[in-house]
């Protein structure tokens, strides 16, 4: 069996070092070292732990941003509800695998102003979800398919405020589980949001 390319490596030692000890504690020296590479090798592939974080954040954790950008351009394939019920399941999984990941930033004000600033460069950011979900819904109220008043902006934010929201809300509980499964709580939130946005 062939080795894995070192590009492959290096992903998926960024992923389970930014899980396990975070994205500020994860170090392109740690990286490389896990990858089995050197720290020369890491950056012939990517130019930055930032960018290696959005891949990451693109290439190991549930597929949001293609699946945002599918229904943008063909809106119809499914019912709205159903769209909707798809994008929370996933906004959901993505922020419960992306925040053990990016949760330490918010202890270090400083590094998080760098990280952000790096993450403009790259054209990514926590904002780039809810444009998505955003022009999703903007097809679908332009297709008449949802109220031609429906405020899409404040739409998105509640649907993945939501999803971010389950994320870290029940490790506090008792049993640290939500109270409602995954699939559940996706198409209870799609019904939800669908009454306020129906024609």
Not at 39 to 56: D, I
Not at 110 to 117: G, I, Q, S, V, W
Not at 155 to 182: H, N, V
């Amino acid at each position: 069996m062939q080795p894995k390319p070192a590009r492959g490596r290096i992903v998926d030692a960024a992923y389970e070092l930014m899980l396990t000890i975070g994205l500020v504690r994860t170090t392109t020296k740690e990286i490389a070292r896990t990858a089995g590479c050197s720290e020369a090798a890491l950056y012939k592939h990517f130019a930055s732990k930032e960018e290696l974080f959005v891949t990451v954040l693109r290439e190991r954790l549930p597929r949001l941003t293609p699946l945002l950008d599918e229904l943008a351009a063909g809106p119809q394939r499914h019912s709205v509800e159903e769209n909707l019920t798809e994008i929370a399941r996933s906004a959901a999984l993505f922020y419960e695998q992306s925040f053990p990941i990016a949760a330490s930033l918010y202890a270090d004000p400083p590094l998080k102003r760098r990280h952000e600033a790096a993450m403009r460069e790259l054209g990514a950011g926590p904002h780039m979800p809810i444009r998505g979900v955003d022009a999703y819904l903007r097809a679908e109220r332009d297709a008449g398919r949802i109220a031609a008043g429906a405020d899409t902006c404040a739409a998105a934010s509640l649907l993945l405020g939501a999803c971010a929201q389950r994320a870290f809300a029940y490790d506090m509980t008792e049993d640290g589980k939500p109270p409602q499964s995954l699939d559940a709580f996706a198409a209870g939130l799609a019904r939800t949001l669908l009454r306020g946005v129906s024609p």
